[in-house]
């Protein structure tokens, strides 16, 4: 089974600076997708970044980035010029593409990430 | 454009009860997941449908039920309740069965049980 390691509880970050979130995962699979999903304190859970498994170049949107490391199983995070509106819990997960049957999200533990002003 | 949506928002029962959870899927979506999330830990797939069957299925008992319907909308069930299904429930739908689709996620229903 697939298994999303988030070795961070909790985070913080100035306002204005850069921070790394980091995400292992375990996996046999060959094709895969990789997310990271941003939960804030209203619950409702939105899509931040896909990384794709096959391709090598990493993912950005604007001033989200990733590390996706495909030997060492890594996915890390990095948010640049962090905004008060990015606290939140973030949440990295992994979904197989090996056929029906492992078309799931799997997600980890989550970090809580906090912007200080 | 109404994204998800869950009814009811939050939801207290008794052991051994029967719950009855709903969600609406984001317009033009056909496919809904659904999500266990317990306090302080990520969510867990419950299950997935599409075409009106159930087509993935995570590592949650058979007390666990869902369904959906002809517009896409979806229910999920859950009998003989007990305590540790206290969570909060979380429904996401995407366009398409397969990998790598964006999912959107409704806000949730907490359960409780007491």
């Known amino acids: 089974a697939q298994t999303v390691t988030q070795s961070q509880p909790e985070m913080s970050v100035q306002e204005a600076e850069t921070v790394t979130l980091s995400c292992t995962y375990d996996?046999?699979?060959?094709?895969?997708?990789l997310f990271w999903y941003k939960q804030p304190p209203s619950r409702q859970m939105i899509l931040v970044i896909r990384?794709?498994?096959?391709?090598?170049q990493n993912a950005t949107e604007n001033r989200f980035s990733v590390n996706f490391q495909k030997a060492a199983k890594s996915f890390s995070l990095k948010i640049s010029d962090s905004q008060l509106g990015d606290a939140a819990m973030y949440f990295c997960?992994?979904?197989?593409?090996?056929?029906?049957?492992?078309?799931?999200?799997?997600f980890g533990k989550g970090t809580k990430l906090s912007v200080i002003p | 454009d109404a994204g998800v949506t869950q009814s009811p928002t939050h939801l207290i029962k008794t052991r051994g009860q029967q719950v009855t959870l709903r969600c609406s899927p984001k317009?033009?979506?056909?496919?809904v997941s659904w999500y266990q999330q317990a306090l302080g830990q990520g969510p867990q797939f419950i299950f997935q449908?599409?075409?009106?069957?159930?087509?993935q299925r995570g590592n949650f008992p058979d007390r666990f039920s869902g369904h959906q319907f002809p517009n896409y909308s979806s229910e999920l069930n859950v009998n003989a309740l007990l305590l540790g299904d206290s969570a909060l429930y979380l429904c996401?739908?995407?366009f398409g069965f397969g990998a790598g689709y964006e999912q959107y996620f409704g806000p949730g229903t907490r359960l409780t049980v007491t």
């Open positions: 449908y599409y075409e009106e069957e159930e087509r």
């Open positions: 996401a739908s995407s």
């Open positions: 990384q794709e498994a096959y391709k090598q």
């Open positions: 997960a992994y979904e197989g593409n090996s056929g029906a049957g492992s078309y799931q999200l799997t």
């Open positions: 317009s033009g979506h056909d496919t």
């Open positions: 996996t046999s699979e060959s094709d895969y997708y």
